[in-house]
């Protein structure tokens, strides 16, 4: 059983556009949300990581938003650029240091 | 990169071998986690350990074992190797936080 749903599986972006990737989760006691972006070969790296006392968390061109009430967290890449193309995940723990993951995102940037 | 390292890099096996993964936490952190993550999918959580001590266990069953040891490095070991065994492995040490830093993982092939 899959705690956390992301979607969608994958997407295409021009160079500059956002890209915007959605998860949802059940577990109300998740307290901890981070993204990791990976690239083909590569181990996870974390990108950025929310908690749900905030709504928005923003480190440079990557935002999450977090939606407690939905149980919902989003993250948006802005001014997309190659170098972006990845797959990214979410990922949820309840403060035990067990990460959930979501089945992942693959992002291409189109140049 | 994330301090953490893994080793082999890629392993071939044959079903009902036997396998030992190797993981070198990042200086200064006492606990490590294993992950499985099968080809176009997230991470599963395997299990975890804290200070040498079994600290949590995902769903995979007890043919998947560890060590934690003084330095804070860390064996997987898979016993009785299945096909569904293939994946790449991944180990995350983490200084005591939810915040986690994954390694390069071990791509293992069980043929």
């Known amino acids: 059983q899959q705690q956390v749903k992301q979607s969608p599986q994958s997407l295409i972006v021009q160079k500059g556009g956002i890209s915007i990737i959605n998860c949802a989760y059940e577990?109300?006691?998740?307290?901890?949300f981070p993204w990791y972006q990976q690239f083909p070969g590569k181990g996870p790296a974390l990108l950025i990581a929310i908690r749900p006392d905030v709504s928005e968390k923003k480190e440079g061109r990557f935002t999450i938003s977090f939606n407690k009430s939905a149980k919902q967290f989003s993250l948006h890449i802005m001014d997309s650029q190659p170098g972006d193309s990845a797959t990214y995940f979410c990922?949820?723990?309840?403060?035990?240091?067990?990460?959930?993951f979501g089945a992942g995102t693959t992002v291409t940037v189109r140049a | 990169e994330t301090g953490v390292t893994q080793s082999p890099t890629h392993l071939i096996k044959t079903r009902g071998q036997q396998v030992t993964l190797r993981c070198s936490s990042q200086?200064?952190?006492?606990?490590v986690s294993w992950y499985q993550q099968a080809l176009g999918q997230g991470p599963q959580f395997i299990f975890q350990y804290y200070r040498e001590e079994e600290n949590g266990r995902g769903n995979f069953p007890p043919r998947f074992s560890g060590l934690q040891f003084p330095n804070y490095s860390s064996e997987l070991n898979v016993n009785a190797l299945e096909l569904d065994d293939s994946a790449l492995y991944l180990c995350?040490?983490?200084?005591?936080?939810?915040?986690?830093?994954f390694g390069p993982g071990t791509r293992l092939t069980v043929l």
């Open positions: 577990n109300t006691a998740f307290d901890y």
């Open positions: 990922a949820a723990s309840n403060g035990d240091y067990k990460l959930s």
């Open positions: 995350a040490s983490s200084p005591g936080s939810d915040t986690q830093y």
């Open positions: 200086s200064g952190h006492n606990t």
